[in-house]
Antibody
Framework: EVQLVQSGAEVRKPGDSLRISCEVS????????VAWVRQMPGRGLEWMGI????????RYSPSFQGHVTISADKSINTAYLQWSSLKASDTAIYYC???????????????WGQGTLVTVSS | EIVMTQSPATLSVSPGERVTLSCRAS??????LAWYQQKPGQAPRLLIY???TRATGIPARFSGRGSGTEFTLTISRLQSEDFAVYYC??????????FGQGTKVEIK
């Protein structure tokens, strides 16, 4: 059974950098698109971007372009979401999710990580 | 960017009732539309994809319909475990893959 296991909760100050991770079990990691989704406290789901680990093809939502970086290391089956300068408004739960269909971007995510809570406060 | 609009924002219903949730896309997404259920403290769970196909393990009381810009999710007989927030999301031709704002189904 494929599982997505995310790194633990983080507390940072504004201006800090941070990288959170999402490890995908199994040996098919490179050939499935992996997405990152934000959920601010008490709010809905927001699509941040996706990556295809086989070639690191990465797409961003315009709302997040330039503020976060999505990457992947296929040698260790892990996707990453990172910030170079956090803001208080980045406080949220961040989910990684694997798309349903191998090789295809046009499929929905059907496997989700447990979420990583990021708290940014001075 | 395609805007996904869900209605209503909140539905107050009794167990056993039939409920229909709506999702509208600002432009056609053909049938590249998914529905998710999210309960407090949990990650979203995929219910429906391709507008009408139930995901693995999803009970038959959940059904989806629609194409183009208009979609519905129907729960035929609401059970206690179905009280949650439901989101639609398109995945048509990376534009990006936006979510609706969600519909909360609460106990009446």
């Amino acid at each position: 059974e494929v599982q997505l296991v995310q790194s633990g909760a983080e507390v940072r100050k504004p201006g800090d950098s941070l990288r959170i991770s999402c490890e995908v079990s199994g040996n098919t990691f490179p050939s499935y698109w992996v997405a990152w989704v934000r959920q601010m406290p008490g709010r809905g789901l927001e699509w941040m971007g996706i990556i295809y680990p086989a070639d690191s093809d990465t797409r961003y939502s315009p709302s997040f372009q330039g503020h976060v970086t999505i990457s992947a290391d296929k040698s260790i089956n892990t996707a990453y979401l990172q910030w170079s300068s956090l803001k208080a408004s980045d406080t949220a739960i961040y989910y990684c999710a694997r798309h349903r269909t191998q090789y295809s971007i046009s499929s929905p995510p059907d496997l989700w990580g447990q979420g990583t809570l990021v708290t940014v406060s001075s | 960017e395609i805007v996904m609009t869900q209605s209503p924002a909140t539905l107050s219903v009794s167990p056993g009732e039939r409920v229909t949730l709506s999702c509208r896309a600002s432009e056609s997404v053909t049938t590249n539309l998914a529905w998710y259920q999210q309960k407090p403290g949990q990650a979203p769970r995929l219910l429906i994809y391709h507008a009408s196909t139930r995901a693995t393990g999803i009970p038959a009381r959940f059904s989806g319909r629609g194409s183009g810009t208009e979609f519905t999710l129907t729960i035929s007989r609401l059970q206690s475990e179905d009280f949650a927030v439901y989101y639609c999301q398109h995945y048509n031709n990376w534009t990006p893959f936006t979510f609706g704002q969600g519909t909360k189904v609460e106990i009446k």
